[in-house]
């Protein structure tokens, strides 16, 4: 059945279950604070909101940073941004890679002009912190230090504290990409040690795709400010700047995406009242109960043992199981999403997400009855 592009409306799409390792599932409640009217960027009503939407990240970053905010646009905008922040022509940056996310911080790295020192380990493994560490060791006069703390490519959980402590007190600032992280696992910015940290709303948040969430700390704001040559090559995300609109001055800088934040401010008010422990063990419970489920089915760990994210699991299908048309009958005849590899892991894994208002025992409930239906595994 074809439908005309008349007939194609948003009332005409099918709804999906979003596994994948995002979009995911959005709660009722944040559905209907997007649809409020939008008010001005400029109403005293939304500055209310803005600085409400600020302190609640402060929480879930687990820091006191001033300046912390949303960018407008999504998570590559907020890594965009760090590395604009941070680096001039002719910097070094180690960049940890063990995945697709590390690679595109190179990619962006090396188009800013620095000279990048990739740390690299096998995807699905983490990057081993002493190996980082001895990285430093040669390039201490290093600008940036970058690592993904969940790569969402295959589902790796890298460990931040031995890094960040060895970079205290160095003029190293240290990026943390939280993307998959925050709202899921605990990020722990000022306790890491993490300068400059970056997310995005569609995963762990449970908002729609549009925002990044992002925290500079005073030391990273020093760098930028005084300890640059040049000036930030991008107005759009200099860090300096956009303080006129989030501090007392209240100047237009940009129009920010109104609807997004009324979003964004109702999925953390229901962080907050979940409690962060409670959303952690509660997206560490339903990782385990997944693999636990899948595994009884045949489907086995990508991910290095004990390093596996709760939020995004990478799994080997049983069999040689043809993993992109079993991925396409799932979504199409079942309404179920969920991805699959990138780079070496292409045509090998599902990538399943269990990501804030998804991570849930009737989201597993429903790929397993799915995953059944299919036939695949055990049956
Ligand atoms: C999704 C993701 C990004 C990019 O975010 P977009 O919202 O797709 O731009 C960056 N880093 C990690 C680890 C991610 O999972």
């Known amino acids: 059945m074809t439908v005309s ?30 649809a409020h009217p939008p008010l001005g960027h400029l109403d005293p009503q939304f500055l209310a909101v803005l600085d409400d939407v600020n302190e609640r990240l402060r929480g879930v970053f687990g820091t006191t940073n001033d300046v912390t905010y949303a960018v407008s646009g999504t998570g ?49 493994r983490i ?44 003029e190293t600032l240290f990026v943390v990409d939280a993307v998959t992280a925050l709202g899921g696992i605990p ?36 760098a930028i400010g005084q300890g640059r040559k040049t000036p930030v090559t991008s107005w759009y995300f200099d860090a300096t700047v956009i303080g006129t609109y989030l ?20 999925a953390l008010r229901e962080i907050d009242e979940e409690g962060l422990a409670s959303r952690f063990e509660r997206h560490g419970r339903m990782g385990a109960l997944l ?7 045949g489907f086995t760990p990508f991910t290095e043992t004990g390093r596996g994210l709760p939020q995004l699991t990478a799994l080997r299908l049983p069999g040689d199981a043809d993993e992109a048309s079993l991925r396409s009958v799932l979504l199409n005849e ?35 009855e799915a995953v059944d239906r299919m036939g695949m595994g055990r049956a």
Request: with cysteine; proline share 7%; net charge neutral.
């Open 5 to 34: 592009s008349l007939d194609l409306t948003v009332g005409s799409l099918t709804p999906r279950l979003l596994l994948g390792p995002g979009p995911s599932p959005v709660s009722p409640r944040v559905l209907r604070a997007l």
């Open 76 to 124: 590559s905008a907020g890594m965009q941004a760090a590395l604009v922040n941070a680096l001039e022509p002719g910097d070094t940056a180690i960049i940890g890679v063990n995945g697709y996310f590390g690679t595109r911080l190179v990619e962006m790295a090396r188009r800013l002009g620095a000279n990048v020192v990739q740390v690299e380990a096998e995807w699905g």
């Open 127 to 170: 990057i081993e912190p002493e190996r980082v560490i001895e990285a430093h060791g040669k390039h201490p006069g290093a600008r940036v230090l970058a690592l993904v703390q969940a790569e969402t490519s295959t589902g790796a959980w890298q460990p931040l504290h031995e890094v960040g402590a060895h970079l205290r007190g160095s």
């Open 187 to 222: 990020v722990e910015v000022d306790q890491v040690g993490a300068d400059i940290c970056y997310s995005a709303t569609q995963k762990c948040i449970g908002t729609p795709p549009g925002l990044s969430p992002i925290t500079y700390s005073p030391k990273a704001m020093r």
């Open 247 to 266: 501090g007392p001055e209240r100047r237009y800088h940009h129009t920010v995406p109104i609807n997004l934040f009324f979003a964004l401010h109702e």
């Open 291 to 297: 693999r636990e489920e899948l595994g009884a089915r």
């Open 334 to 368: 079942h309404g179920i999403e969920v991805g699959g590899g990138l780079g070496p892991a292409k045509g090998k894994i599902w990538r399943v997400g269990l990501m804030g208002h998804g991570a849930s025992e009737e989201s597993v409930n429903r790929l397993v």
